[in-house]
């Protein structure tokens, strides 16, 4: 067949266009689709001039071009690698290019990747941005975001890092954005001041760099402070840590099977929308269906238990939390109210030793990231704690051991002097992580045992917390009950958690009931603690039973020797259906 071309003529084949490109665009819905550049490993540092989107990836030192679209993906530094290889950072003004690495703060023209130092510091630095004439960089080393005059390099100011973790910068007009890895958050401040006005929880765990992104539509998408309308950007997240998976080895016939690793690395929408008079801001949420089903099972010299009346928890109505549907699994339910929560009460004529059967619920939920934005100078003057609050949850009535020497010491140990309320909380908390170090256990020990002892699981770190809270005067309460496996990639495909979880909520007077991870952020042996999970809970958080039992089973000729674990198999399940649109 003739070439259409002389076979001398050299044929430059340039980037085809995507396939149907107008249907695709049309359809395309930048807030809920994941960008995954073709042949990046760790991608370190984000930008975009208001055309382009640009990263850093920092194992091969690639400075890319992403289209947010078809994860189309071109190196602008062929070239120039070797000088951003383990940079971090990447920020645009005019035509320079910034980023940092190790000690150096440096810049390059977008025309010549050659790296001109701005300034070398004492310690290393993580991230960089600018705004004008003024260049913003982080440091966790120093803990300090630092403020430099970008034209004489002089050193204006410094803000306290608003996280722990290593943290990436990106400004938005009169906004400094700022996201910590650690901290899985990312935080709004005021450029001028660096105050914190508000912060979210990111979809995924480890945020490594921002950007705020042009999308192809407008005024529909979420911008400056999260409010619908207010213009066309986005709020991108780039994240990327080391994947651990299974890989089939053809040289090993005997185990082909082998764990390894591989780099992943993807850019998200962050979704947040602050709602200033409630104190909260809500993130990316996702719509997930979760089944909790009892299997009859019980233990073969069982007796034969007759008229159980068998009661779980079902999911509760809260301001992250939104239960759309729930229906009964293998038996019928009816429902009744415990202190505004509601309960399935199943009705079981008979349970023996040679008896099987299913029973429960199953759930359709909206679920999201919240994190509320309070400062303890909110709290100096708060109205006093109901009566009822305080005979209810400042008493122990459940196995606390709020009279024992060990108990009460700690809890004076663990305030001090303080006296605001969001502080002490703090400090408890901080207090217990000090003393505990996570541990499963088949049983769960009285809080005086487990401090004692020092290692306890999520349930004993609750009781201590519970019993210091309260004898401080502290309303506070457990809350549970599982957490969906926490990998939005795994759509469609039932998960199984593989434990279940409880946390506490503690009492504003005046305002209401606030979030606290129980061992969760005890992740650093001495701190300093994140506080991601302080008034805070993620996306995969299911909330089930505030201050009331999840399970409970009862039976007139029921042994007092008989457990509900004697009788009974649970199975959980999620099922992780789609992302939601942005909150509004």
């Not at 530094?77 to 980023?99: C, K, M, S, T, Y």
């Not at 703060?105 to 001109?116: H, K, N, S, V």
């Not at 309303?475 to 496996?485: E, F, I, M, Q």
């Not at 606030?514 to 994140?530: C, F, I, K, T």
């Amino acid at each position: 067949m003739p070439l259409e071309s002389s076979p001398t003529e050299q044929q430059i084949v340039t980037a085809p266009k995507p396939l149907q490109p107008d249907s695709l665009r049309r359809s395309f819905d930048p807030q809920r689709r994941t960008i995954r550049p073709i042949g990046a490993y760790a991608l370190r540092g984000l930008a975009s001039d208001g055309k382009r989107l640009l990263a850093l990836d920092a194992v091969r030192g690639h400075l890319l071009q992403i289209d947010s679209v078809t994860d189309n993906t071109m190196v602008l530094n062929p070239h120039d690698v070797q000088a951003f290889v383990d940079a971090r950072g990447l920020a645009l003004w005019g035509e320079q290019i910034w980023f940092v690495k190790e000690n150096q703060i440096l810049w390059c023209l977008a025309t010549d990747f050659t790296p001109r130092l701005f300034v070398a510091l004492p310690y290393e630095v993580d991230s960089v941005a600018v705004w004008q004439s003024t260049v913003y960089v982080t440091s966790q080393k120093a803990g300090y975001i630092l403020v430099f005059d970008r034209t004489t390099g002089r050193r204006i100011t410094q803000f306290s890092a608003p996280g722990v973790g290593i943290e990436n910068l990106t400004v938005n007009e009169e906004e400094l954005w700022v996201c910590d890895d650690m901290e899985r958050s990312v935080y709004c401040m005021d450029r001028a001041t660096g105050e914190v006005q508000f912060s979210v929880l990111t979809p995924y765990d480890c945020p490594m760099a921002i950007a705020f992104h042009p999308t192809l539509q407008t005024g529909k998408e979420q911008a400056g402070k999260g409010q619908a309308g207010e213009g066309d950007r986005i709020l991108y997240a780039a994240y990327a840590e080391e994947e651990y998976y299974i890989r089939d080895n053809p040289n090993d016939l005997d185990n082909s099977r082998e764990l390894t690793s591989r780099h992943r690395t993807f850019i998200h929408p962050v979704h947040f929308h602050y709602y200033a008079d409630r104190h909260y801001a809500l993130s990316n949420g996702y719509l997930i269906e979760m089944s909790y089903v009892e299997e009859i099972a019980p233990l073969e010299d069982s007796p034969t238990i007759t008229g159980l009346e068998w009661k779980i928890a079902l999911p509760a109505e809260t301001p992250r939390q939104k239960v759309l549907s729930v229906e009964p699994v293998g038996l019928p339910f009816t429902e009744e109210i415990q202190e505004g929560q509601r309960v399935a009460v199943f009705q079981i004529d008979k349970v023996s030793g040679q008896g099987g059967g299913l029973f429960g619920w199953k759930a359709l939920l909206e679920v999201r990231g919240i994190k509320y934005h309070m400062t303890p100078r909110q709290v100096e003057k708060l109205p006093p704690l109901p009566q009822e609050f305080q005979e209810r949850y400042l008493v122990d009535n459940d196995a606390l051991s709020m009279d024992t020497p060990v108990i009460r010491r700690s809890a004076r140990e663990a305030i001090g002097t303080e006296t605001n309320l969001l502080r002490k909380v703090l400090s408890i908390r901080n207090y217990v992580y000090d003393r505990m170090s996570y541990g499963m256990k088949p049983y769960i020990d009285t809080p005086d045992v487990a401090l004692e002892r020092g290692v306890g699981s999520c349930g004993e770190y609750v009781g201590i917390l519970l019993a210091l809270a309260r004898l401080n005067g502290i309303a506070c309460r457990t809350v549970g009950r599982y957490k969906c496996p926490a990998d939005p990639d795994q759509r469609g495909v039932p998960l199984q958690p593989d434990y279940n979880h409880v946390w506490i909520e503690f009492f504003v007077p005046g305002f209401g009931w606030l979030p606290m991870e129980s061992n969760v952020d005890d992740v650093a042996e001495g701190g300093p603690y994140p506080t991601r999970f302080f008034m805070g809970l993620p996306w995969f958080h299911a909330e089930i039973g505030k201050g009331i039992s999840f399970e409970k089973m009862t039976a007139a000729d029921k042994p007092d020797d008989i457990s509900l674990g004697d009788l009974s198999i649970n199975h959980i399940r999620f099922t992780i259906l789609e992302e939601l649109p942005p909150p509004s």
